[in-house]
């Protein structure tokens, strides 16, 4: 079964930092590339970050580029996103899906709140 379970949201104070886990089962996870994506109240979902498969290629949203990092551990099936100098913007729910088109079901995702 198809599964993804994200993890590590919470409360931050502005500038803070948080790192966000996404565990996936139920597909060959090293042979798909990964992203993050958020969605904010009363706005549409979006993509904030991209990893290849191998973990050698990136890329991220205009909003987030030089304060958030995301990075995988094929072995241990997970893609995370370190979020640095975090923002009120930032504020929203985070979930982690395939790259592309190829989406499998979402998980539950995980709250972040950058809030004083």
């Known amino acids: 079964q198809v599964q993804l379970v994200e993890s590590g949201g919470g409360l931050v104070q502005p500038g803070g930092s948080l790192r966000l886990s996404c565990v996936a089962s139920g597909f060959p996870f090293s042979t798909y590339g990964m992203a993050w994506y958020r969605q904010a109240p009363g706005k549409e979902r979006e993509l904030v970050a991209t990893?290849?498969?191998?973990?050698?290629?990136?890329n991220y949203a205009d909003s987030v580029k030089g304060r958030f990092t995301i990075s995988r551990e094929n072995a241990k099936k997970t893609v995370y996103l370190q979020m640095n100098s975090l923002k009120p913007e930032d504020t929203a729910g985070y979930s982690c899906n395939r790259a592309g088109a190829e989406r499998v079901p979402w998980g539950q995702g995980t709250q972040v709140t950058v809030s004083s």
């Open positions: 990893i290849t498969s191998g973990g050698y290629y990136t």
